[in-house]
């Protein structure tokens, strides 16, 4: 393993080469603290930073789902290719990371670059399921126009959010880290509304085509707009030799679904998904 590239690649010299190299070395000690560490991190940001006092996002099911999810080796694995460490490792890339996360914090005793390599808060703002998530509405809404998340910063208990190509700043102050910034999103997510400026399904995709529109269906629940579209599929009989397939397309958040069936899975399915985009695109407008 090329120690000098990983130690470019996380961007932190270690003031303990030895440590740094039994990490590369993945030993089964900083392996196993780094799984401790790694649930110590996560535990604190969504419990103290996230879900105290008034809270209205405090919900011990969220909790564990937001957890759980940065906890698991899926997860841990998409960090590890986004930090580059494929290009130092192959096979254990999790145990790099787990490892590479023991040392730094007994190098550093910080856990800001963990934060930073797990992508914590910015995964936990996405994935806070609420109606009065505006700090969810904002980071998508820089991500499908710009494909990176807004600039946010933090003075004291002051949110402070910077738009690309937007001059203002949306400054907003809360008694919990995530209450700031929702509050300061808020602002900004108003802001957006008043100036016409919020996007819509329609700028992301333009109009239904019937050749693209399982495509379309795809991107707009890619890009955080809608729940992800559910295909049921079945033969419903047979006429002089020749199957007929029934589909029925289901998204959840919207009343209509939509069925139709067809000789071909194929042609069934990018029948309803047709109608299926115009319903949500109409009701867009």
Known sequence: MDIIKLEEILNYNFNNKSLFEEASNLSDRLISFGNSTIDFVVSKMVNEDLFINSNPFCDIELINKVSNLIKSDEYLTERA??????????DRKIDLLKSIIAAYILDSNSTIKIEKWLNIYDTIVLNLDSKDNFAKEIYLWNKRKYKEYPNISYENNEAIIKLNDISNE?????????????????????YLKDNNLLLKMSDIIGHADQDMCINQLQELFVKGFINEPVYKIQMKGN????DIWKCRIMIDGYKESFSAEDTSK???KRVVAFQMLKYILDLEK
């Open 239 to 242: 006429t002089n030799g020749i």
């Open 81 to 90: 290719d986004k930090i580059h460490l494929n290009e130092v490792i192959y």
């Open 266 to 268: 194929k042609n069934a």
């Open 170 to 190: 949306f400054k907003a102050s809360g008694n919990t880290k995530f209450i700031a910034l929702n509050n300061a999103s808020k602002i900004a997510y108003e």
